[in-house]
C-alpha cells in the first residue's frame, strides 16, 4: 500500500464511522437510505458531468460490474438497516465489518484478482476478523459460544457483510475499466463511476420505498425533514469516494479491505461513549487484535 492510499483510507475511516453513527443514531431504514443516496448523487453529480470519460469504449462486461455492484449495494443497505434496528452500534458495525476481511481475501486470492498476500498479511486478515467477531460478545465466557449475537440479527449481518465483500470486489474491477476509458484525474473519474452506481441504487431504494406504505410515511414525514440523512450522505459518499481512488494504488483489493477496519475502534468508541453502550471484556480485546491484525497486513 502506497503513503498516498494510506492517507486517504486513514481520512475514510473516520467518515465512514461517523456515518454509521450517524445513521444507528437516526431512524435507520430504507426511507433514511433514500435520502442518503439522493444527497450522494447530488455531490457526485459534478464529477459526472466534468469526466472525461469514452463510454462508447468501454467493454460490456463494464456495466455487469457496475449491474453487480448495485445489487450488492442494495443488499448491503437493507442488511445494514435491519442489523442497526435490532443492535447497538457496537455490535452490529464490528460483525458487518468482519466477514469481508476474509470473503474478498479468499474471492481475490481463488479468482486470481491482484498480487498474492504474503503470509503475513493473511494472517493479518484472520487475526482482524477474530478481533470482529469477539468485539459484540457479552462477556468472556460467550465467547466459544457465541450466546453474546442474537439469532435474528445474523440474517441481515450475514446480509450487509456479503453485500460489502460483492460490491467492493465489483467496483474494484470496474473501476480499472473505467479509469482506462478516461483521461481526467483520479478523484474524478472515481466521483464519476460513483454517480453512476448511486443513480441506480437511488432508483432501487426508490421502488423499495414507495412499495411499502410504512416505509413511504417515513419517508414523507420524518426523512427528508431531518440533517440526519443530508449529513450522513455527505459522510457516506467523501468516505467511499476515497477509498474508490485508493483501489488503484494497492496491489489487491484485500489489503485495502482490511485497512479499512481501523474505523472499528472508533465505531465502538463512539458506541460507547455517546451511546451509552457497555464496555465489556471482549470490546477490548476485539479492538487490541484488530489493531494488531491491521499492522501485520501492512508489513505483508
Known sequence: MTLSAFILIFISVFLHAGWNFI??????????????????????????LVSKVQYFSLPPVFWWY??????????????????????????????????PVLLIAVITL?????????KTACAGFIVVALGCFILPQKDMRSL??????????????????????GYTIMDSCATDLFTRASSSGKIVNSGAYLCIVEIFLTLALAVLVFCSKKEKTEFFQNSIRSFSPCICGVFYTAAYLLVLAAM?????VSFLQAFRQMSLP??????IFFLH????????????????GLILTVIK
Do not use: H, W
Request: hydrophobic content about 55%; overall charge positive; some cysteine.
Open 23 to 48: 445513521s444507528k443514531a437516526g431512524r435507520p431504514s430504507g426511507a433514511f437510505y433514500l435520502v442518503v443516496n439522493i444527497v450522494s448523487i447530488l455531490i457526485l453529480l459534478p464529477f459526472l
Open 66 to 99: 457496475v449491474a453487480a455492484s448495485v445489487f450488492f449495494e442494495f443488499i448491503y443497505v437493507v442488511g445494514l438497516f435491519q442489523a442497526y434496528k435490532r443492535n447497538d452500534i457496537s455490535m452490529a458495525y464490528p460483525m458487518i465489518r468482519a466477514v
Open 110 to 118: 481463488i479468482f486470481r484478482l491482484g498480487a498474492v498476500p504474503g
Open 144 to 165: 466459544l459460544s457465541f450466546k453474546g449475537i442474537s439469532l435474528k440479527a445474523l440474517g441481515p449481518i450475514f446480509l450487509a457483510a456479503v453485500g460489502t465483500t
Open 248 to 252: 488503484g494504488m494497492v496491489s489487491n
Open 266 to 271: 472508533l465505531g465502538v468508541a463512539a458506541g
Open 277 to 292: 453502550e457497555k464496555v465489556s471484556g471482549p470490546k477490548l480485546a476485539g479492538t487490541f487484535l484488530v489493531v494488531c
